[in-house]
């Protein structure tokens, strides 16, 4: 089978291309017809909101194609629209919409249950934006797709217009559900840090860990859509290296997937709006919700420490034990360390900088303490766990630790 492709030059253009993969996803994406707005069991935003619902994205779309009037046919082909947007979906709308903002509304309840109502109006916004926005799909957008290389510097095409609404549209509602759902679960992201603010990118595009968050969403998506959705995840992956220019072209390439089989355009839009939006929810819950957790781990930790510097020590040769730090191991101890300087004003420089820790120094350490030292066994535990089971060389750290403890 043969379809359209949006695929990057090396002089950094934007050019369609023609693209055979094996097996008939057009039968597929044909079966879409009728599809679109069914089989949604998690979607359950009341009917009786459809036109409020419709006029605030029609609302958002209106500013959003004034925003795209501003691009250059330059900011669309290098990917720098994204840089323009990040400015203006992020900059104002993180400074209103914080945790305090979230207690006015919700307060009392649970964060899941919130997250979760977030994520299905998002979805739905999504898949009301894909039906207004692929009416105006036809032949002819992607005809100026294909010459789009040769138009006048100055001007964006009517036809590349309207797919930049739906694409900005999209990231900058994904971007935004990503933001609350850390606010929400507690976790700090300093936008202004580009670590953060990459992680924040990372995790609002299903860049990392896309595969797993997938495949648990699938499961919910109408049969036909499936391999759609797969397709639309398939590709480059990004790395933070790449620069934002690179995020913008990225984007820009798996949404051309939406009008490259005519007359199907409408209900494969709000299909893959709708589940690509769900799924992006769905992974921003699973990694900040994991991260509060790791968070609340920590901060209890320290709260009961009696022993805030010893503690660390202990953590750290608890983590290396095994010679491999998970991830989860690595978010623990960053938040530990930033816990024990805030509530105890303790700050190890020794420890950050130790390349390979001396086991017989943190026994040394140890036994320099007197009374009862619960607290560094309960820790050790806790740490050894974060990650999921405890593994044999945790074990027998904390198993002489544990011996330490009761002889002190």
Partial sequence: MTREGLVSTESGTVQLIAVTKPGNLATHWTALEGLAMTEAPIDAVDAENDDADRQAVEHERAKLRNFVKGLSPDDIKSGGWFTKLLAQALSSYTAKVDWQYFQQRYEGVPADAIVDQRIKVAARYAALEGGLSAGAYTATVVATLGTFGGASPATVPAAIATLMVDVTFISQLQLRLAHDVAVLYRVPLDLSDPEDMWKLIRVAFTIKGGEVAREGVLKFAPVMARPVIKRFYSGAVLSAAKGLPFVGKFLLQRNVIKIGIPMVGVPLAVVLNRYTTLLA??????????????????????????????MLWVAWLVITADRKI????????????RLVRDQHQVVDEQLAHVIDIDRDEVWQRLDAEPGDLSDILDTANRVAAVDGAINALEQAVISELQDRCLRA
């Avoid at 989860?328 to 960053?334: A, S, W």
């Fill in 281 to 310: 929810g769905r992974h921003a819950q699973a990694v900040f919700r994991n991260e509060a957790r790791v968070i609340e781990v920590a901060d209890g930790l320290s709260k009961r420490s009696q022993h805030p510097q010893l």
């Fill in 326 to 337: 998970a991830d989860d191991e690595t978010l623990l101890f960053r938040h530990l360390v």
